[in-house]
């Protein structure tokens, strides 16, 4: 089977995109694995499927490395993107994904795409740190140390497969606080099984949390390896709404592959 695909970027997240909308693709968890293999295939952290979604301009079916699906914020951003090369222009997107309906914008000045979170509902402890579902469940972890220093990847692999986020697991977020409006993360994601550059779920949950006393609208800068991302959100209580996740998305080249 040879497949026309386009490689896109979030803030160093990266994922194969394909058009699906025509023509149906179905892909084994071996061949999900190679085409994301950095050394054998195209080299990404998940793959991105386009299909028709009746009522909405396209569904995302968002496949992680090891063949396992997830909501993807940066993937959500890249998908509009791709979206738009694809043929569909939109002022205002209105896509479905695994954790239902998102929307998202292009902001014409800075060229970010403001992605609609799902709200989150509430927030659990877990002693000092906190654990959420932004689209995908995450455990978020306030860190005093030097975040650039931490082993992200022996210290998120532990709690990942901990009884705190049994059975199915979660993604692990490592912060360092910068200020009272920003905040640098480090993600070890599940699927990926590895620290990735950038995870806009995962930066979601860690502006949720990193100020726990926060009510109204806030805005959050958030540093990652990959780049800069931003959070804006209204919280009321435990609950928070009107989420947005602001950041680049952009395409890295366009291929095709024998599959």
């Excluded at 028709?52 to 993937?75: A, L, P, V």
Aim: hydrophobic share 35%.
């Amino acid at each position: 089977m040879t497949i026309n695909f386009s490689k896109y970027q979030g803030t160093g997240n990266d994922f194969v995109m394909i058009d699906g909308r025509e023509r149906e693709i179905a892909l084994s968890k071996e061949q999900v694995s190679k085409l994301c293999d950095r050394k054998f295939g195209i080299g990404a952290d998940g793959i991105i499927i386009l299909k028709n979604k009746d009522g909405y301009d396209f569904e995302m079916d968002y496949i992680n490395r090891d063949g396992s699906r997830s909501m993807c914020g940066n993937g959500g951003r890249c998908a509009v993107q791709f979206a738009r090369q694809l043929g569909i222009q939109k002022q205002e997107y209105h896509f479905w994904a695994i954790d239902g309906e998102h929307i998202a914008a292009i902001d014409h000045e800075t060229r970010w795409i403001n992605l609609k979170m799902n709200d989150v509902e509430s927030v659990k402890n877990a002693g000092n740190d906190f654990i959420l579902d932004t689209g995908s469940p995450h455990y978020v972890r306030i860190v005093e140390e030097d975040l650039r220093q931490y082993k992200v990847f022996d210290e998120g692999r532990s709690i990942r497969y901990s009884d705190a986020v049994a059975p199915e697991g979660a993604n692990v977020n490592f912060v360092k606080v910068i200020s009272d409006n920003a905040i640098f993360v480090r993600t070890y994601e599940r699927g990926v099984e590895d620290e990735t550059l950038s995870c806009g779920t995962g930066v979601t949950a860690a502006a949720l949390t990193f100020q726990p006393h926060t009510k109204g609208f806030s805005r959050v800068y958030v540093e990652t390896l990959g780049g800069s991302l931003a959070i804006e959100f209204v919280k009321s209580d435990n609950r928070f709404t009107n989420i947005r996740l602001c950041g680049p998305a952009e395409c890295v080249f366009n291929g095709t592959i024998n599959v």
